[in-house]
């Protein structure tokens, strides 16, 4: 899966091994975090600071795409 937020700088992508990775606009990682199963979807904030994911356990997740 993944998402786009609306402005452009960030790329949200789930994963198959459960992991969800968050991306600026140049490809740079910026966060990442492990779920309970394959990501089977996602929704980024219209700033890119929150992520909506469910994955196939099946759980629905709200995290927050802040950077470490």
Known sequence: SVAISADGQR???GMRDANVHLYDAAGTALWKQQ???AVAGLAL???GSFIAAADESPR???LKGQIE
């Open 11 to 13: 790329v949200a992508v």
């Open 35 to 37: 779920l309970n199963g």
């Open 45 to 47: 904030s219209q700033d």
């Open 60 to 62: 629905a997740y709200l």
